[in-house]
T-cell receptor, first 113, second 116 residues
């Protein structure tokens, strides 16, 4: 099992550009999450999904959109990137059968110039 | 609202010394508590978790944590630190049930430096 994978690993954008980050998991988990990690702030939840076709806002959702068309994939979109979105983005997944333990991907480092 | 505080941003210990990382939480019901570790450039790995039962939980890599409800704390400990333990450590609190199942709130993290 690959676990949780993220694509791409690194990306540099110019202000106003758009992009999509892809998260995939092969553990058949119901729940998936997108976090951003900034120095001294820990991980903050952007959006999450409790099942295919459903998404919900987390703590810092502004400027991001998500979609979960397939159970194994969770996409994070930036429609018009801003320098404040420079961060490391982590995807995670979990299952009620695994006591809510979240499994994390390796992260995507995004820089917005 | 749930919250987690890790009072120590950075801790330095010598190899072989004991370690305690502090975590305080705020939560309205019985919390689910976690400790994760992040090595540089890596994702987060679960060290241990507490849901119920014995308040002293054992984790991987020789770590343990104790849940103290009266103090709203879940401190992480290790009796003898190894150089490979240098990393950033995150405490997290979660809930269960309803549409919020699975959501975690993380602390700010504690960076551990180990001196030889």
């Amino acid at each position: 099992n690959a676990g949780v994978t993220q694509t791409p690993k690194f990306r540099v954008l110019k202000t106003g550009q758009s992009m999509t980050l892809l998260c995939a998991q092969d553990m058949n988990h119901e729940y998936m999450y997108w976090y951003r990690q900034d120095p001294g702030m820990g991980l903050r939840l952007i959006h999450y999904s409790v099942g295919e076709g459903t998404t919900a806002k987390g703590e810092v959702p502004d400027g991001y959109n998500v979609s979960r068309l397939k159970k194994q994939n969770f996409l994070l979109g930036l429609e018009s990137a801003a320098p404040s979105q420079t961060s490391v983005y982590f995807c995670a997944s979990s299952s009620r059968d695994r006591d809510n333990e979240q499994f994390f991907g390796p992260g995507t480092r995004l820089t917005v110039l | 609202a749930q919250s987690v505080t890790q009072p120590d941003i950075h801790i330095t210990v010598s190899e072989g010394a004991s370690l305690e990382l502090r975590c305080n939480y705020s939560y309205g019901a019985t919390p689910y508590l976690f400790w994760y570790v992040q090595s540089p450039g890596q994702g987060l790995q679960l060290l241990l978790k507490y849901f119920s039962g014995d308040t002293l939980v054992q984790g991987i890599k020789g770590f343990e944590a104790e849940f103290k409800r009266s103090q709203s704390s879940f401190n992480l400990r290790k009796p003898s630190v190894h150089w490979s333990d240098a990393a950033e450590y995150f405490c997290a609190v979660g809930n269960a049930g309803g549409t919020s199942y699975g959501k975690l709130t993380f602390g700010q993290g504690t960076i551990l430096t180990v001196h030889p």
